[in-house]
C-alpha cells in the first residue's frame, strides 16, 4: 500500500514538474518572439513618428509578458534633470502622459541615478518610492518592477511595470527580460538621436555651401 501510494505521489510530482516545464517553454516562446519582432522594428525607424511607436509597442510587450496592469516610459530631460512620462499605459495612462518627475524622486529616479534595475513588492514600506503620483491621480502602487535604458554608459530613461496581474509579485527573473528591453528601447532613442543630429549638420552644411 506504501508503494502504491509512493508511486502516485511521484506521478503527481512528476505532472507538476512537467506542467511547470511546459509554461517556463511556452513564456520562453512568447519572449523570443517578442524580441524578434522588435527587432524587426527597430531596423525601420526612420522618424519620430516611428520611434514613439516603437516605444509604445515595446511598453505593451513587457506589459503583456509580465502580466503587469500599467507601465510607462519615462524619458531623462538632461536640462533639467527630470524624468517625463512619455509613454502610458493602465488606468491613469492619459493623465500620466507629460508628467513629470525631479531626477531622483521615487523608484524610477533611483534607478536612473543609480543605473541598476529594481523590484520593489511592498513601496509603500521602502523608503525609495514616492507616493506623489498615487496621491495626485488616486492610484495605488502594489508593486514596481524598474529598469533603466543606457546606451553608450548614459541613462536616457526608465522603464517600469506596475501591479503584476492577479496580486502576483514581480520576480528577479523578471528583470532579465525588462532590461533586454530597455535596451532596446535606448538604441531606438540613441538611433533617432544620432539620425537627426545628422539631418541638422547636413542642413548647416547645405547653408554654408549656398552661402559661399
Known sequence: MSTLRFVQQENARLKEENEVLREENLALRRYIGALEELHWVTQKIVSEENLINLLDQILRNAMGLLKAQGGSLLIRDEETNELGFVVVHGDIGKALQGYRLKGDEGIAGWVATHRKALVVNNPRQDRRFSPQVDEVFGFFTRSILCVPMITRNKVIGVIQLINKQNGDEFAEAD?????????????????????LEAEEVAREIKKIQITV
Not at 528583470?175 to 539620425?195: D, K, M, W, Y
Open 175 to 195: 528583470v532579465a527580460l525588462l532590461s533586454i528591453l530597455g535596451h532596446v528601447a535606448a538604441t531606438a532613442l540613441e538611433q533617432i538621436n544620432l539620425q
